[in-house]
């Protein structure tokens, strides 16, 4: 399990403090026990084999089990370890704040894990079990993801934003061209659907800043250093928004669904993880600053 949730060999070696050796030693031995190759060793990166995915997934059952039987001591409601958690970039400010200290004192001996990544990404660790819950945005039209148990938070918009000097009025796609723009690292969905969408009206992307900081985003926007891509929620709650510019352009809309989704847990983790919807829904939910 180690192996498959560090990605490599090498990084399980060193997080189980061992030596690179000895932890392909140990998965030889297990694969001649269960007389069948668990990795497939020809790919770069590492694959599972059909019995590597079945063995991990019937290592998982029994920690499960194992974790539901500590929880008995637990009073049925700490979680019996700790509990591993992603965030998708955008929703950080939101989760990792307000919400999460909320968690804690309700459940002041649990141990918390905290992953940020891309959506599409943490969807794919929750369901094999790497990451036992995540906070996560989807595009509206794709609806609940499957394969997990899916909450619906919140409906998420993201908005056009340019600065403060540009004209008012309804904006077509092709008023856009020549632009540059501010935007997420590639592997977030949002610059993908917004890539797209360019293409359809034979547009480039012509990206000028790459950067996660939601807030450097706006600030270089108001600068006049390019246009944005940003969640409402957080343009609202930015002290440069009184220098920028929400677009309404007729072609682009992007909306967005944020979802809670979870594996199959046990061992009291199922009770953080519902205080910690709680308190998101919650927190979205407040009226947005004017």
């Not at 069948?36 to 019937?58: C, Q, V």
């Not at 800043?209 to 108001?222: D, F, G, S």
């Not at 220098?243 to 352009?249: A, E, K, P």
């Given at each position: 399990m180690s192996v498959v949730e560090a990605g490599s060999i090498s990084v399980a070696a060193g997080e189980?403090?061992?030596?690179?050796?000895?932890?392909?030693?140990?998965?030889?031995?297990?694969?001649?026990?269960?007389?069948?190759?668990?990795?497939?060793?020809?790919?770069?990166p590492f694959a599972l084999t059909n019995a590597g995915r079945t063995a991990l997934e019937r290592c998982r059952r029994?920690?499960?089990?194992?974790?539901?039987?500590?929880?008995?001591?637990?009073?049925?409601?700490?979680?019996?370890?700790?509990?591993?958690?992603?965030?998708?970039?955008?929703?950080t400010e939101l989760a990792l704040t307000e919400p999460l200290d909320e968690v804690r004192r309700e459940f002041p001996t649990a141990l918390f894990r905290l992953h940020t990544g891309w959506s599409r990404d943490l969807l794919a660790r929750v369901r094999t079990g790497a990451l036992d819950a995540a906070v996560i945005l989807l595009a509206e039209p794709d609806g609940p993801p499957a394969g997990v148990t899916a909450d619906t938070?919140?409906?998420?918009?993201?908005?056009?934003?340019?600065?403060?000097?540009?004209?008012?009025?309804?904006?077509?796609?092709?008023?856009?061209?020549d632009q540059l723009w501010i935007l997420n690292p590639?592997?977030?969905?949002?610059?993908?659907?917004?890539?797209?969408?360019?293409?359809?009206?034979?547009?480039?992307?012509?990206?000028?800043?790459?950067?996660?900081?939601?807030?450097?985003?706006?600030?270089?926007?108001?600068?006049?250093?390019?246009?944005?891509?940003?969640?409402?929620?957080?343009?609202?709650?930015?002290?440069?928004?009184?220098?920028?510019?929400?677009?309404?352009?007729?072609?682009?809309?992007?909306?967005?669904v944020i979802w809670m989704i979870r594996g199959d847990l046990a061992g009291g983790l199922n009770e953080p993880l519902d205080a910690l919807r709680r308190a998101l829904v919650d927190r979205l939910s407040r009226p947005r600053r004017r």
């Amino acid at each position: 399990m180690s192996v498959v949730e560090a990605g490599s060999i090498s990084v399980a070696a060193g997080e189980l403090h061992l030596t690179q050796p000895a932890v392909s030693r140990r998965i030889q031995r297990l694969e001649a026990a269960i007389g069948s190759p668990l990795i497939d060793r020809t790919r770069r990166p590492f694959a599972l084999t059909n019995a590597g995915r079945t063995a991990l997934e019937r290592c998982r059952r029994l920690l499960g089990m194992a974790d539901e039987l500590k929880a008995v001591g637990h009073d049925g409601l700490q979680p019996a370890r700790e509990v591993r958690i992603g965030v998708a970039h955008a929703l950080t400010e939101l989760a990792l704040t307000e919400p999460l200290d909320e968690v804690r004192r309700e459940f002041p001996t649990a141990l918390f894990r905290l992953h940020t990544g891309w959506s599409r990404d943490l969807l794919a660790r929750v369901r094999t079990g790497a990451l036992d819950a995540a906070v996560i945005l989807l595009a509206e039209p794709d609806g609940p993801p499957a394969g997990v148990t899916a909450d619906t938070l919140a409906r998420e918009d993201l908005a056009i934003v340019a600065s403060s000097a540009w004209p008012r009025g309804l904006h077509t796609v092709r008023d856009l061209r020549d632009q540059l723009w501010i935007l997420n690292p590639e592997g977030c969905a949002a610059r993908a659907g917004l890539q797209r969408e360019l293409a359809r009206a034979r547009l480039p992307l012509r990206v000028g800043v790459e950067t996660y900081n939601y807030e450097l985003q706006l600030r270089l926007i108001a600068r006049g250093r390019g246009l944005g891509l940003v969640p409402h929620r957080l343009l609202m709650r930015s002290p440069t928004r009184r220098r920028l510019r929400t677009l309404r352009v007729r072609e682009l809309r992007f909306p967005q669904v944020i979802w809670m989704i979870r594996g199959d847990l046990a061992g009291g983790l199922n009770e953080p993880l519902d205080a910690l919807r709680r308190a998101l829904v919650d927190r979205l939910s407040r009226p947005r600053r004017r």
